[in-house]
Every structure is written in C-alpha cells, then in structure tokens.
C-alpha cells in the first residue's frame, strides 16, 4: 500500500472507460496504467506491466473477460482482479468467481465506490454488490440439493490448523493485515498460506474459497 497501488482497466465502451478511468486516476494512490478497450488491448498492457489490480469488464468485441481473469490467474496470481460489469444474473457471476474474479460490482456504483472497491482488494476483502452476493447465497443454499444422492462424498482437502484460521478470516471477511494481527503472524507470510489454501480447495479467489469450503462443510456461514 505504501508503495501506491496501479491499476489497469478494460471496458469496451469509451465513454465509460473514461468515466471509469478519470474516476481511479483521481483516487490517491492509486495509479492507472492502461485503459483497454479489447482484449487484444489488455494482453499487451499485461505484457508491459503487472498492475496490482486488473478491473475489467465481461462482454469485449475480441472475446469474453473471464477468458482474460483465467489467463492472468494463471500467469499473474499476485494480482487482484475485480470486474464491473452489467452482466448481473447468476451464470456469468459464477463463471467469473470461477475463474479467479475476487469482487464483482455492477456497473450501477458510483466512482467514489470504484475506488473503495480497488482499496479494498488489496487490503484482503472481496467487493461484492449486493444483488451479486445474493447469487452466491443462493448457491451455496442450493447445493447440497444439487448433489448427486448416490454419488460417495469426496474426503475434504487435509487443511492445517493455521490454513483454517486463516479460511475462516477469509468467510469473515478480515483483511491481511487483520489476519496477521489476530494470529500472531508477519503480514507478508498471509499470501503464502492462502496460495496454499487455493491450491488445496482447487480454487482461485477468496470468494470461491468460501463458496468451496462451505460444499466440502469445512465452514459454515451461520458461524
């Protein structure tokens, strides 16, 4: 955080990428690397920069957003990834999550949120609008119905002790610094175990951690 936190953008439509762009560009700390409006515009800002923080849109000319939150999961696991989008039903949201999308706002948020949002990422929480947590609710409601009766339940993935601490700071949504407050431990160690966790749950997002902890009854959000 010291350091300031740099971003780059992708949205499609140019009057809201300016929009959006002028609304980060002004929050402080926050520096703005690229505002691409294609896919093929993000892959080579990516290649020039590794931005703390990629906010991205979902339906792009050159393809679709998830195809690029996999991609920089994959190559770029350190940086957050949020998107903002219209796309606001159940599908796309989950497919995103997947993915490797941390937060999800709707594009129905004023700057000053945009901001929030991107702030509190690097701090350890995931942004979520409402209307988008309710899907995820939903969900994780629904899903011991949607499993398969006759199907044997798989052994849950052997967590350590600290792991579980720190999944469960994770569902109450604290942030690194508060995780390395409450259990004694160096800031920068908190990654590291959550990489760990992601690996373990197969997962690639904080919010997906939950959602799968929560299936395997690692956790339970009533707690």
Aim: proline residues 5%; charged residues 25%; negative net charge.
């Amino acid at each position: 955080m010291e350091q300031g936190i740099t971003v780059i953008l992708v949205e499609d439509d140019a009057p809201t990428r300016d929009f959006l762009a002028a609304a980060l560009a002004g929050g402080e700390g926050i520096a703005l690397l690229a505002a691409a409006g294609t896919l093929a515009e993000a892959r080579a800002a990516l290649e020039r920069a590794r931005p703390s923080v990629l906010v991205t849109d979902l339906k792009l000319p050159d393809g679709h957003g998830t195809d690029l939150i996999r991609e920089v999961r994959r190559r770029h696991p350190e940086t957050e990834i949020m998107v903002i989008s219209v796309l606001g039903d159940e599908v796309t949201v989950m497919e995103a999550v997947r993915a490797g999308a941390s937060g999800y706002i709707l594009k129905d948020a004023r700057p000053i949120d945009l901001i929030t949002a991107v702030r509190d990422l690097m701090e350890g929480r995931s942004p979520i609008s409402a209307a988008i947590a309710r899907h995820i609710i939903r969900r994780v409601h629904a899903a011991p119905a949607e499993a398969a009766p006759e199907a044997p339940a798989a052994a849950p993935p052997l967590l350590t002790s600290r792991e579980m601490d720190i999944l469960w700071g994770i569902a109450k949504g604290f942030t690194y610094n508060d995780l390395a407050d409450r259990l004694g431990i160096s800031r920068q160690t908190v990654p590291s175990h959550i990489k760990n966790i992601y690996r373990k749950l197969e997962v690639n997002s904080r919010s997906e951690a939950v959602f799968a902890a929560v299936e395997m009854k690692l956790i339970k959000l009533s707690e």
